[in-house]
């Protein structure tokens, strides 16, 4: 397989929308965000024969075959996103991941649906890389209707030495300010994204950083949290001060809420100097 820099493990998944089944998901999004910066992506993955990519497809892709794709409905309501879980794709561990791919300089553990191992074995293999992860996927359960509904992260804490950088959603946490202190104990860099009220950055040892985002007029919000999670962890892991990656960041993802779906992606005219 191709050498590649920028890792991701996650489903693909096929979202339901009223233009029929769309690619999404982490692996989607943050790995079209990662190419347009210059990163060359490889995406781990698991998906059904058939499955709707779009230029999703154009990426290099290490695909576990399955019967079903992971299957997603969303509605967006004025108290937030309601998700249901239609059907699941394979797990995916250690044993998913290509062995010349297993150098990169960024991976990116993209759980959707609890799809990824939570364990400490797949977050440390990666000697020298930068690991950064964006666990709604190990957040969510789901009842036997699908209605996603959001849980504690279990076990977060043995991966505190193995995973550099964390970002989630104030909604992945219900806002709840006591998870977001566990959390930033835990992990040297943890970001809480806010929507259109920008981000807040956690660097152990460092002041709170507060993140501004340019009002914008939304269009669609999906997606959004992984192009600013793909734009940080390959500006941090290059070199660019924490801080300085969160507001470029954020700019990048305030402009993909103007564009439906993978539309929303940055292309090479967005890349960050």
């Known amino acids: 397989m191709p050498p590649i ?24 999004y943050a790995g079209l965000t990662a190419r347009a910066l ?8 698991s998906f059904a024969s058939g499955a709707a990519l779009g230029q999703v497809g154009d990426l290099d892709l290490s695909v576990t075959p399955c019967g079903t794709s992971t299957v997603f409905e969303n509605t967006y309501t ?39 191992d939570p364990g400490i074995a797949l977050a440390q293999c990666f000697a020298g890389a930068f690991v950064g992860a964006t666990p ?5 359960t789901w009842d036997s209707s699908g209605t996603v509904r959001r849980k504690l992260w ?25 998870v977001v202190g566990r959390l930033a104990a ?9 929507g259109s009220r920008g981000a807040r950055m956690f660097h152990r040892g460092e002041p709170v950083v507060e993140v501004a985002v340019r009002p914008r007029v939304e269009v669609d919000p999906t997606g959004a949290g992984d192009v600013f999670a793909a734009c940080f962890f390959w500006l941090v892991a290059g070199g660019t001060p924490p801080a300085k990656a969160a507001s470029t960041a954020c700019e990048i993802a305030g402009d993909s809420v103007e564009r439906h779906g993978l539309e929303g992606v940055p292309g090479p005219d967005r890349r960050p100097g």
């Open 136 to 140: 709604q996927g190990w957040m969510r």
């Open 154 to 178: 279990d076990g977060f804490e043995r991966l505190g030495r193995a995973i550099n950088a964390v970002v989630l959603s104030e909604e992945d946490i219900d806002r709840d300010e006591a």
């Open 38 to 45: 210059g990163a060359r992506p490889g995406l781990v993955t």
């Open 186 to 194: 835990t992990f040297e860099i943890l970001v809480v994204t806010r």
């Open 5 to 28: 820099d920028y890792l991701l493990v996650g489903h693909v998944t096929q979202d339901l929308t009223p233009h029929g089944p769309m690619p999404g998901g982490t692996a989607a």
């Open 78 to 116: 004025p108290t937030g996103r309601v998700q249901k879980l239609v059907s699941t794709a394979s797990h995916l561990d250690l044993g998913s991941i290509p062995l010349d791919w297993r150098s990169p300089r960024v991976v990116h553990l993209g759980p959707v649906a609890d799809e990824v």
